[in-house]
């Protein structure tokens, strides 16, 4: 069992994206990993900011968690949205919060 964050998604939510991961998968060998685990670890890192090897601990190791992100956020075409973007937007995901600092700066060119 790991801890929960801020930056980590409903398993109900991480269902209705599950599909999207499973078809880029090479059918190989089992995996040993689950993937709710690791698109919460990317989350984690695309909130927060933090380096790769800075992961906390309950996550999957950081070379796997950076092995699928590299993998996931690939375009096919300069056309087409890369698997990692259509989860985000699928899932509802916001992303960062934007500095009172940029913030600032678009009230003052309104």
């Known amino acids: ?6 930056s980590d998604i409903s398993r109900e ?3 209705s994206i599950q599909a999207l991961f499973e078809q880029a998968r090479k059918k190989t060998k089992p995996r040993v990993v689950d993937l709710y685990n690791v ?3 990317i989350l984690y890192v695309l909130k927060s900011g933090c ?8 996550f999957p190791k950081w070379q796997l968690v950076y092995k699928y992100f590299r993998h ?3 375009r096919p075409s300069d056309d087409e949205r890369s698997l990692l ?3 985000l ?3 509802g995901w916001r992303g ?6 940029e913030r600032e700066d678009n009230l003052r060119d309104r």
């Not at 069992?1 to 801020?6: A, D, G």
């Not at 380096?51 to 309950?58: G, I, K, N, S």
């Open 1 to 6: 069992m790991r801890n929960s964050y801020p």
């Open 13 to 15: 939510q991480f269902e």
């Open 39 to 41: 698109f919460c670890a």
């Open 51 to 58: 380096q790769w090897r800075m992961l906390p601990r309950d």
């Open 72 to 74: 996931w956020s690939q």
């Open 85 to 87: 973007e259509q989860a």
């Open 89 to 91: 937007k699928k899932c």
């Open 96 to 101: 960062p919060y934007q500095p009172w600092s």
